[in-house]
């Protein structure tokens, strides 16, 4: 029996970081499956006193998007965060100078639309 492989999840390794939309939460991935990534996360509980739980969770490669390469091309290579979208999204030298018209059509970006 052969998995098939979800496309996002050739860029994604471990300790990654990667942003979950349903979610709206930021995590580092801890375990990568061909189409889901096994991720902690920081709760918060109040049980009469605040404690501080790592909750591992799945989510599904459809889900997030991976704050650890670039966005456009997913390249790792001098990647830095591009401000104004209020997530940290890392975008590489070589897409910085390309104008953002032009990013999604040459690199067939087919993220959420906005
Ligand atoms: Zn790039």
Redesign the pocket.
């Known amino acids: 029996m052969k998995i098939r492989q979800h496309p996002r999840m050739r860029d994604i390794i471990i300790g990654d970081e990667v942003y979950s939309f349903p979610q709206q939460l930021f995590a580092c991935v801890e375990e990568v499956f061909p189409a889901a990534v096994c991720v902690r996360v920081g709760i918060l509980s109040v049980n009469g006193h605040l404690e501080m739980i790592h909750s591992p969770q799945l989510w599904r490669a459809d889900d997030i998007e991976n704050l650890s ?7 790792r ?1 001098n ?1 830095q965060v591009e401000h104004g979208t209020g997530i940290p999204f890392r ?6 100078r ?1 104008p953002v018209e032009d ?1 999604r059509s040459s ?1 067939g970006y087919d993220g959420p639309d906005w």
């Not at 390469?69 to 390249?75: M, N």
């Not at 975008?91 to 910085?96: A, K, P």
């Open positions: 390469v670039c966005r456009y091309c997913g390249s290579d990647v975008v590489c030298s070589h897409c910085r390309t990013r690199h």
